[in-house]
């Protein structure tokens, strides 16, 4: 059974740093692309960055320069570095696995992990 469970969100202050993580159990197509999205509340959920196997990466624009979106070796671990983070990074974010285009989705979400940015 396939299971993502995020961690290392938090409340900080503008300008601060945090850097989540996203273990993955029980998938190990190593040739698929992973993702963070978040959703804050009152809006819709938005892709945050991108990540396949090859090591190219994507970004939604208002974060481009500041994340980073990694993954370990072994492909069991997702990472976000936050940096210079802005009240409106505040949200929930969450890791997802496998696309699937047919249904133009991720077939894997976590539960998300709060992350509070204060002014």
């Known amino acids: 059974q396939v299971q993502l469970v995020e961690s290392g969100g938090g409340s900080v202050q503008s300008g601060g740093s945090l850097r989540l993580s996203c273990a993955v159990f029980g998938y190990t197509d190593s040739s698929a692309c992973m993702a963070w999205f978040r959703q804050a509340p009152g809006k819709e959920r938005e892709e945050v960055a991108t990540?396949?196997?090859?090591?190219?990466?994507t970004y939604l624009g208002s974060v481009k320069g500041r994340f980073t979106i990694s993954q370990n070796n072994a492909y069991t671990t997702l990472y976000l570095q936050m940096n210079n983070l802005k009240p409106d990074d505040t949200a929930v974010y969450y890791c997802?696995?496998?696309?699937?285009?047919?249904?133009?989705?991720?077939?894997?979400w976590g539960r998300g992990t709060q992350v509070t940015v204060s002014s």
């Open positions: 990540i396949c196997s090859d090591g190219g990466t």
């Open positions: 997802a696995a496998d696309w699937n285009e047919y249904l133009a989705t991720y077939n894997y």
